[in-house]
């Protein structure tokens, strides 16, 4: 089992930054990529940001420019660097991880980020 505990999220003004962080516990060995989601109300959850245990990232197309994923394999940990936020950022953010071998997906509770214009 896996579990992913974030935080860092908050309020902000338009323009601002958040940097959400992402705490991988359990069976850290049986992880492989990981990554950021969000669900805004009355949306699909969508992909933000991925990255692979190699380092490899993937970005959704809104936030390319402006959020940076990183990932601490020492600390078991996957930070979402998050510039010039705009009131469509509004969500929860869920971290999210997947099993090297089943590929398994595994969830946090989610963290509010909330973008004020």
């Known amino acids: 089992q896996v579990q992913l505990v974030e935080s860092g999220g908050g309020l ?8 959400l962080s992402c705490a991988a516990s359990g069976s850290i060995f049986s992880i492989n990529d990981m990554g950021w989601y969000r669900q805004a109300p009355g949306k699909q959850r969508e ?4 990255i692979s245990r190699g380092g490899s990232t993937n970005y959704g197309d809104s936030v390319k420019g402006r959020f940076t994923i990183s990932r601490d394999n020492a600390k078991n940990t996957v930070y979402l660097q998050m510039n010039n936020l705009k009131p469509e950022d509004t969500a ?14 595994y969830w946090g509770q989610g963290t509010q980020v909330t973008v004020s214009s």
């Open 92 to 105: 929860v953010y869920y971290c999210h991880a997947t099993h090297v071998v089943t590929g398994r997906s």
């Open 12 to 19: 902000v003004q338009a323009g601002g930054s958040l940097r």
């Open 47 to 50: 992909l933000v940001a991925a």
